[in-house]
């Protein structure tokens, strides 16, 4: 069964950073496509990051591009998701999410992963 756990959500004052991770339970991380998402209240599900599993390519939405980083680390077995100069109109709650394994790429489409965390919230406020 894929399970998805994100952390290291938080609050933080503008301008700040947060490092959120997502660790998989009994699967290998390094054998999925894996997104980043975050869902503000009263919005939809928002395309954030993702990572391909082949190359380690990764792609970016134009809100988090040069201010976000999507990062795998195949020892720990974990994908983090590196949020620098954070704006109050980050505040979400953040989402893992993975492909099925047949899929070597990752898409900015929150319709094409198949497993997701809980979520994590982050706060970004004076």
């Known amino acids: 069964q894929v399970q998805l756990v994100e952390s290291g959500g938080g609050s933080v004052q503008p301008g700040g950073s947060l490092r959120l991770s997502c660790a998989a339970t009994?699967?290998?991380?390094?054998?999925?496509?894996i997104g980043w998402f975050r869902q503000a209240p009263g919005k939809e599900r928002e395309e954030l990051a993702c990572i391909s599993k082949s190359d380690g390519s990764a792609s970016y939405a134009d809100a988090v591009k040069g201010r976000f980083t999507i990062i795998r680390d195949k020892a720990r077995n974990t994908v983090y998701l590196q949020m620098n100069s954070l704006k109050p109109e980050d505040t979400a709650v953040y989402y893992c999410a993975a492909r099925r394994p047949l899929f070597r790429r990752c898409v900015l489409s929150r319709d094409d992963y198949a497993y997701w965390g809980q979520g994590t919230q982050v706060t970004v406020s004076s």
């Open positions: 009994g699967f290998t991380l390094d054998y999925y496509a």
